[in-house]
Nanobody
Framework: EVQLQASGGGLVQTGGSLRLSCEAS????????VGWVRQSPGKEREGVAC????????HYSDSVKGRFTISSDSAKNTVYLEMNNLKPEDTAVYYC???????????????WGQGTQVTVSS
């Protein structure tokens, strides 16, 4: 059974930091791109970061570049998202997701985990 267990969300003030974790099981972790997709009410889903486990390459949306860092620990089948200098517009439910081989469009994710809420107060 495929599972993507996301954790680490919470309430933080503007300028603060959070670290999200996504523990994966049930599929060949090293053969997938694993990323974070966020969604807030009234907005479309946005892929914010992704790591291709085969080669370690990372990808970020322009909205988070320079503030968020994604990393992967293949020994633990876990992907992390370090979020710094958080802004109110980062408020959303953050989902962990995985797609075959490498990072691409949000539409290409094969597996999704449950979301974790991130709320940034002004």
């Amino acid at each position: 059974e495929v599972q993507l267990q996301a954790s680490g969300g919470g309430l933080v003030q503007t300028g603060g930091s959070l670290r999200l974790s996504c523990e994966a099981s049930g599929f060949a972790f090293v053969d997938y791109g694993v990323g974070w997709v966020r969604q807030s009410p009234g907005k479309e889903r946005e892929g914010v970061a992704c790591v291709t486990n085969r080669d370690g390459s990372t990808h970020y949306s322009d909205s988070v570049k320079g503030r968020f860092t994604i990393s992967s620990d293949s020994a633990k089948n876990t992907v992390y998202l370090e979020m710094n200098n958080l802004k109110p517009e980062d408020t959303a439910v953050y989902y962990c997701a995985a797609q075959t081989i490498s990072c691409g469009s949000v539409r290409l994710y094969d597996y999704w985990g449950q979301g974790t809420q991130v709320t940034v107060s002004s």
